[in-house]
């Protein structure tokens, strides 16, 4: 396209963007009309791309991390011959692919769910990252930016990353249209404001005039032939460009035009160009040959922690699979991922302190089909939770382990203890939660978390503990292990992880007082067994659960989610951390939190006293 039909395609654009959020009633059209140019261009001249195969390798990658936004992007499938007019005007309304803020589970072409601001640059940049480090690929990533979402510190945790790892693959476009939502942003048009900040993290910026089109034509240009560092387009742009009533003015933001009709013809009418967009290079994806890898096993009685054993199975793995992936919140030494490391360098992250960027970078590499483990401290991926959620929304297929769960951690105290995850994760929409107590169960879920889908989390214990399981157990997600049973039990105890060995030697304790309990590890904390905690319920009549995790949404309420089918539900007491720890040893931790064998005992003791008092 010449520079006459660039300018009439942003035309095109606005006025689809304009025509899209009239159809739906509500939308951001005018924070599409500022980018439309920008759009226009990377479009008809810049992005390779085959809309037939979205999988294609050699496909470059866009990411609209302004996703309210989303009328330009539909706009711009409609010019590339991907939708067509009809569907254009479905937008936002019941059972359309043409959502408020774009996800892949409904268009092929979305790389990743954005609409959470902040969240589409960190995620690029882990794209931008598998392109350069995994697939050894050509194709480059393009994300568009608001200038409003700068203001994140995940934007600030991408740039350093991206700029760390030289992924001159990187282009990121920013929309300085000058207001946010209830008014101007933080640095307005000053675009040397932000070239100071993203030159600070080691990128090359570009400043351009967003509505000149052979300015910004010159830009991606310049992008594409600069070597060792990503760079960052800064284009000055307003708001609602090209409609006086709404152009550049405060409060038209989130709504349709007012005068809709009248907006469209002062931009000239509807037309209906369309872009022919450069196909990608042919090629493929550079592979990591696979070998064999036995899993570790280790013999009943040995202590081993199940940090360690997740370490040793992740690294077999690895072997196994040329397409795991592992990923650090530089805490590997501590969560045992640097075993990993070790034996698979190439396919070794290390993200540094920075969990917002860490989840993202996992998101971007499984938006390339690896798969990957990422690793921290369980009380530190709090820290990344909208970008856990997001990935839900994504579809994203994505392992989480956090390590150095609940108060058995022991002295290091409160700030690092992981007593809030079990909730975090079950909250998620389709996570799976599994909670091992022993290095042979630890082993069979860390590979069973590799086929599994939506966002898989794994809880790890840092100190040693006994195995109790044989090397050839199975252990099937959704599934729970009875580890002491009898047809005379009157009591069920019901753990998982550092809790099982307490409640085992509570069990003991008990049988020697004449009380038959039995005992079951929830592993699977979600998906539960719910068949097995009803069948315990009408046996035995009386539950316990212990869990090394606050009361609210962990161990506790995964079990009584059994029992919300109406049926009655069995005497239960929840034992779980409920007061503020301090520093002290993993057992007197224990102790102090009421979970220890001892405490467990006098609970079930009272429990089932209380059960026969007539």
């Not at 990923?327 to 990993?340: I, P, Q």
């Not at 840092?462 to 599934?479: A, K, M």
């Amino acid at each position: 396209m010449n520079t006459g039909e660039l300018v009439e395609l942003g035309q095109q654009l606005r006025v689809d963007s304009v025509r899209a959020a009239a159809a739906a009633g509500s939308g951001h059209p005018t924070s599409s009309m500022s980018a439309a140019d920008l759009m226009a261009v990377l479009l008809a001249r810049h992005f390779r791309y085959d809309f037939d195969r979205p999988d294609h390798p050699g496909n470059d990658r866009f990411v609209l991390s302004k996703g309210h936004a989303s009328p330009l992007m539909y706009a711009a499938f409609k010019a590339a011959g991907a939708i067509d007019d009809e569907e254009l005007l479905t937008f936002r309304k019941l059972g359309s692919r043409l959502e408020g803020h774009p996800t892949p589970r409904r268009l092929p072409w979305v790389e990743t769910a954005t609409g959470s601001l902040g969240q589409g640059l960190p995620v690029g940049a882990g794209i931008a990252l598998a392109g350069k480090r995994l697939d050894r690929s050509g194709y480059r990533v393009w994300v568009m930016c608001g200038d409003s979402e700068l203001a994140e510190g995940s934007v600030w945790e991408a740039a350093e990353h991206a700029a760390y790892e030289n992924l001159d693959n990187l282009t990121v476009l920013v929309d300085v249209n000058r207001l946010g939502q209830r008014g101007p942003t933080r640095h307005g048009h000053d675009l040397d404001a932000y070239a100071r900040r993203f030159e600070a993290f080691g990128w090359h910026a570009v400043e351009v005039d967003g509505h000149d089109v052979d300015a910004v034509d010159r830009a991606y240009g310049e992008a594409a032939s600069t070597k060792g560092q990503p760079t960052v387009i800064l284009a000055r742009t307003l708001k609602g460009k090209g409609v006086e009533a709404v152009q550049d003015r405060e409060g038209m933001h989130g709504k349709p035009l007012p005068e809709a009709d009248e907006a469209i013809a002062e931009l000239g009418g509807p037309r209906d160009l369309r872009v022919r967009v450069q196909e990608p290079p042919a090629g493929t994806p550079h592979a990591v040959p696979t070998g064999q890898a036995e899993p570790p096993r280790w013999e009943k009685g040995e202590e081993v922690a199940t940090r360690n054993a997740f370490g040793e199975a992740l690294t077999a793995l690895g072997t196994a699979r040329g397409d795991v992936v592992v990923l650090d919140g530089e805490v590997g030494d501590s969560t045992r991922a640097e075993f990993f490391a070790k034996e698979h360098p190439d396919r070794y992250v290390e993200c540094y302190i920075a969990e917002q960027q860490l989840v993202a970078t996992a998101v971007g590499t499984a938006t390339r089909g690896w798969v990957p483990y990422a690793a921290t401290f369980a009380a530190f991926l709090t820290r990344a939770h909208d970008f856990i959620r997001m990935a839900a929304v994504s579809g994203a297929g994505i392992n989480l382990v956090g390590s150095h769960a609940g108060v058995a951690i022991g002295e290091d105290g409160p700030s690092q203890m992981g007593l809030e995850d079990l909730a975090m994760m079950r909250a998620v929409h389709g996570s799976t939660v599994l909670y091992p107590c022993d290095a042979n169960q630890t082993a069979r879920l860390v590979a069973a978390m590799a086929d599994l889908d939506g966002i898989r989390y794994l809880r790890t214990s840092r100190g040693e503990s006994p195995v109790i399981y044989g090397p050839g157990e199975e252990f099937p997600v959704g599934g729970s292990k009875v580890l002491r049973s009898s047809q005379q039990d009157r009591l069920t105890l019901l753990a998982a992880g550092v809790t099982v060995h307490e409640a085992l030697a509570a069990a003991d304790t008990l049988a020697g007082e004449g009380i038959a309990v039995r005992v079951i590890d929830l592993y699977s904390v979600k998906p539960v067994d719910r068949d097995t905690l009803r069948r315990a319920a009408e046996e035995t009549g009386c539950l316990v659960t212990v869990e090394d995790h606050h009361p609210e949404g962990g161990l506790g309420d995964a079990v009584l989610d059994a029992f919300t089918d109406g049926r009655p539900v069995p005497r239960l007491v929840r034992l779980a951390v409920r007061t503020m720890p301090g520093s002290a040893s993993p057992e007197e931790q224990l102790r102090a939190a009421g979970i220890d064998a001892e405490s467990i005992a006098a609970a079930g003791r009272l429990l089932v006293e209380q059960a026969i008092v007539p």
